[in-house]
């Protein structure tokens, strides 16, 4: 008997696993943007942003990410970000996630760079 598909998956575990955490990257953008340390995770920027509209782009899933030490998908998702800045204006903590995403960016290349 075929199992029938509703159109949703059972998500993986959202267990952290430390073998493959790197926080690097978020000790970075703290050091950096100090501001990013109180962000709510209340979903303003993700609700207000232009590439979110047009792709799947979402800053939370960004933030999460960053938090988790999972920096794997970080690269794919940051390029669809459009740097219009509408996040920055919604942000009840006045974050500049576009520093943020900038701080994001630079790492990402400098790691490639590195490998070279």
């Known amino acids: 008997m075929a ?5 949703f998956a059972a998500i993986k575990p959202r267990t952290i696993d430390f073998e493959q955490f790197d926080g690097r990257l978020l000790s970075e953008i703290l050091e950096l943007e100090p501001s990013f340390k109180v962000c709510l995770s209340c ?4 609700a207000t942003c232009s590439a ?12 999460l990410l960053l938090r ?5 998908g970080l690269e794919n998702e940051i390029k669809k970000c459009m740097l219009c800045g509408k996040c920055m204006l919604v942000c009840p903590r006045g974050i500049n996630i576009r ?14 760079s590195l490998k070279r």
Do not use: Y
């Open 68 to 72: 988790r030490g999972e920096t794997v």
């Open 52 to 63: 979110g509209n047009l792709v799947s782009f979402n800053i939370r899933q960004l933030n």
């Open 43 to 46: 979903g303003g920027c993700t």
């Open 3 to 7: 199992v029938k598909n509703f159109g």
């Open 99 to 112: 520093n943020v995403i900038m701080l994001i960016k630079k790492s990402v290349a400098k790691s490639h």
